[in-house]
C-alpha cells in the first residue's frame, strides 16, 4: 500500500521586505544577504495574521469538500504556539469547518515537528487507509529586530495532505534519525524572539546531516545516483548549499551539476520567503514540484529535516506520475510575485504590533486581502475570522 503526500498547500503573507533595503538600513554590504546566506526578499507578517489564520489560508487552497470528509486527524507542528495548553490544530479545524469526530494535535521540536507529523500520519494511515490525514507546518520566526538573526526572518505555513494512493509523493521505508540535547537555538518561556548560537547551529546541522545521510546509504544501500533531488531544511538557502556539498563530495561532475540545478529549484520559493522553521524543508519541496523541469515519475527525491536542540531525519520518497495535480493548479509564482513591498521602517512598525500575552486587543486587518485572519483578543481568547 502505497502512503504519502497527496498534496501540498503553502500560504505567507501578502506583505514583504527587499533584503537590499533591510541590509542598507543594516549598514551592510547586501551581497551579505543576497549572497552570504542566499535570501531575496523576507516575508513581513503583520498581525492579523498568526500560525492559525496562516494554515487555514494554507489548507484551503487545497482541500475539497470530500478531502474535509475523509480527514480523521490533524497534526499541527509549529515552535510559534499561541497557548500552553490548547492545541492549534483545534482551532484550525474549526475555522476549516472539519467534522468533530477527529483527533487534533501540536507537535513541537523546532523546525523537526512537520517531518514527525508525517511520520506519524503515515502509521495512522497504514492501521485507517480510508482516512487522510492533514499535517501543517507553519511558523513566525523572529529573532529581533537589528539582531544577527534578523535576516533570517520570514513566516508563512504548509499544508500537506497524507494518504493511501498519494499523488505526489510515496514515502519509502528506511528513514535515519539523530537525536542530542543541543543549546544551537531556543526560544525561551516569556520570550517571543529566538535566541540562537548561529556559528555552532550552522556545525550541528552539517554534523547531523552527514550522520543520518551516510547512515541512510548504509542502511538502504542506495548510491548518491539513485536520487534525482536531495532537499534540505533551509533557515537560509546558502545553508542546504553547504549540506549539498558533503553529499556531492565524490560526484561525477554531470552528477554534480544537476543536482545543484534542481537544489535552484528547490529553493527559489524560500529565498523570496524566508524561513518557515517548521515549513522550511516543505517550502522547499513545494518549490521543487513546481519549478523542475526534469522531475519525473519515478524518480526518488531524498529530505533532510533538521530541528535544532536537536534532532534530524533523512527520509526518501518516490515522485507519482500525478504529482503537479497535487498541487491543486495554484501558481505560487503569481502568488508571490503579487505580494506589496513594504518599507524596513513599515516592517519594524508591524513587527512591534503582535500581540502575545494579552487579555484585551484589537487588530487592524482591514487591509488583509486573506480570506482567514486573527481579529484580536477578548478576556485573553484569541478571535479568529473568515472574510
Keep these: 500500500m502505497k502512503i504519502g503526500i497527496d498534496k501540498i498547500g503553502f500560504f505567507t503573507s501578502h506583505l514583504f521586505v527587499d533584503m537590499k ?4 538600513a543594516r549598514a551592510e554590504d547586501p551581497n551579505k544577504y543576497l549572497i552570504g546566506i542566499g535570501q531575496s526578499k523576507m516575508a513581513v507578517i503583520p498581525p492579523s495574521q498568526d500560525v492559525v489564520t496562516m494554515a487555514a489560508n494554507a489548507a484551503a487552497r487545497i482541500l475539497t469538500t470530500a478531502d474535509k470528509e475523509q480527514i480523521s486527524y490533524v497534526i499541527f507542528a509549529t515552535e510559534s504556539g499561541i497557548d500552553n495548553s490548547k492545541a492549534t490544530a483545534v482551532y484550525l479545524a474549526r475555522l476549516l ?10 507537535l513541537k521540536q523546532a523546525c523537526y515537528g512537520a517531518t514527525a507529523g508525517i511520520q506519524l500520519a503515515r502509521g495512522f494511515v497504514a492501521l485507517n487507509p480510508d482516512s487522510k490525514v492533514l499535517v501543517i507546518a507553519a511558523d513566525n520566526a523572529r529573532y529581533g529586530i537589528k539582531s544577527p538573526g534578523e535576516p533570517t526572518q520570514g513566516g508563512g505555513a504548509v499544508a500537506l495532505l497524507i494518504g493511501t494512493n498519494p499523488q505526489i509523493l510515496a514515502l519509502e521505508d528506511g528513514s535515519t534519525a539523530y537525536t542530542q540535547d543541543i543549546m544551537d537555538f531556543w526560544r525561551p518561556l516569556g520570550k517571543n524572539e529566538a535566541l540562537v548560537d548561529g556559528r555552532y547551529s550552522e556545525d550541528v546541522y552539517l554534523n547531523f546531516f552527514s550522520h543520518v545521510w551516510q547512515a541512510y546509504l548504509d542502511k538502504t544501500g542506495y548510491q548518491l545516483g539513485d536520487f534525482a533531488a536531495l532537499l534540505f531544511h533551509l533557515p537560509y538557502t546558502k545553508m542546504g548549499l553547504k549540506a549539498l556539498r558533503i553529499a556531492l563530495k565524490d560526484a561525477r561532475p554531470d552528477e554534480a551539476v544537476n543536482f545543484v540545478q534542481e537544489f535552484e ?16 524543508l516543505y ?33 526518501s520518497g518516490i515522485v507519482q506520475p500525478n504529482f503537479k495535480q497535487g498541487l491543486m493548479n495554484v501558481n505560487y509564482l503569481q502568488v508571490l510575485n503579487e505580494r506589496q513591498e513594504v518599507s524596513v521602517s513599515e516592517y ?24 482567514y ?8 481568547k484569541r478571535q479568529y475570522q473568515e472574510k
Design 373 to 380: 485572519f486573527f481579529a484580536g483578543i477578548s478576556d485573553f
Design 21 to 24: 533595503e533591510l541590509a542598507f
Design 265 to 280: 529549484h528547490a529553493r527559489t520559493f524560500n529565498r523570496e520567503v524566508g524561513n518557515l522553521y517548521t515549513g522550511s
Design 348 to 371: 519594524e512598525k508591524l513587527y512591534q504590533q503582535h500581540l502575545f500575552s494579552a487579555q484585551e486587543g484589537r487588530v487592524a486587518y482591514d487591509t488583509d486581502p486573506a480570506r
Design 97 to 106: 469547518g472539519l467534522k468533530k469526530e477527529i483527533r487534533a494535535i501540536e
Design 283 to 315: 517550502l522547499s519541496l513545494l518549490s521543487l514540484l513546481f519549478n523542475s523541469e526534469k522531475l519525473r515519475a519515478g524518480q526518488r527525491i531524498g529530505l533532510f529535516s533538521y530541528g535544532s536542540g536537536a534532532e534530524a531525519e533523512f527520509y
